[in-house]
């Protein structure tokens, strides 16, 4: 048993990716998720994955930048299942990697409402409910953007902030028995990648996979056991900490 069971867990961006990979781990480790993503037909096959698994899964449409659709999502999950145990705050987009001077102030604000207001939104509103019920964990999805220029500016910067959050709230959550951590993949094979893989050539993504010691893209499901682990008893003293999935690449 390592505390996952029974448990009630919310997953933003589960629509696909990390957070698909993350939907499905919790629910196959025993706890009630609550699903949420901009893409409601994707989002639908999350749940029907999970219940063809022998799970149990809810969908709530929800984008992250929006205050209101969060608070949503987090009332909808009280009500369905109870004060969720766990949050993975993982919704996200890459936004373009040109230089900072060719992109436009909405470009930038784009990618900061998704990444890091996103968090923000996602966090406000489950630590108030997890601190009133007496604990829970929360893993927020920022990148080894978040430690270094890997990625486009606004990216690097939101990816940053979520860091920044993550260890503002851990600080403040933890005498309330709320554990907060970040995970900070390296390049996993996702939609994310095809679309950067498009942007920027198939050839800078390959070289940017060789130049890791593990010498190849990582799995979304190798991200989702480390923010299982995160949230499992397994890791009970270890929270504010960014940790590193990213196949050597930070080394
Ligand atoms: P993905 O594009 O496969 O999945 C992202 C999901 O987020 C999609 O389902 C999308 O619909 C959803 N989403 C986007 N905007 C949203 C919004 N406003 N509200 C709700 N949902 C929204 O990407 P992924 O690779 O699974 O990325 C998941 C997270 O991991 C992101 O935060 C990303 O920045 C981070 N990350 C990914 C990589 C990688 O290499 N794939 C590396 C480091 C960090």
């Known amino acids: 048993m390592n505390g996952i069971e029974g448990g009630v867990a919310i997953v933003t961006g589960g ?50 930048s929006d205050a209101d659709d969060v608070a949503s999502l987090v009332e909808e999950t009280v009500d369905t299942y109870g004060v969720p145990d766990f949050a993975l705050n993982n919704a996200g987009i890459e936004g373009s990697s040109a230089p900072l001077a060719d992109q436009s102030l909405e470009d930038w604000k784009r990618v900061i409402d998704v990444n890091q207001t996103g968090v923000w939104n996602c966090l406000t509103e489950e630590l108030a409910v997890m601190a009133d019920n007496g604990g829970g964990a929360i893993v927020n999805t920022s990148s080894i953007a978040g430690l270094s220029a890997a990625g486009g500016g606004p990216y690097v910067a939101s990816k940053h902030g979520v860091i920044g959050l993550t260890r503002a709230a851990a600080a403040q959550y933890g005498p309330a028995g709320v554990r907060v951590n970040a995970v900070c993949p390296g ?49 009970s003293f270890v929270t504010g900490h960014p940790l590193v999935i990213d196949g050597g690449y930070m080394a």
Do not use: H, N, Y
């Open 15 to 64: 629509a696909a990716g990390i957070g698909r990979a993350a939907a499905e781990r919790f629910a196959a480790e025993g706890a009630r998720v609550v699903v949420a993503d901009i893409d409601a037909d994707d989002l639908a096959e999350t749940v029907d994955l999970i219940e063809a698994d022998g799970g149990e899964a809810t969908a709530v449409e929800t984008d992250v």
């Open 187 to 235: 390049v996993i094979d996702t939609e994310m990648i095809d679309r950067a893989s498009d942007e920027m050539g198939e050839e800078t993504i390959d070289q940017i996979v060789q130049a890791k010691p593990l010498r190849r893209m990582g799995e979304p499901e190798e991200v989702a056991s480390a923010v299982v682990w995160l949230c499992s008893d397994e890791s």
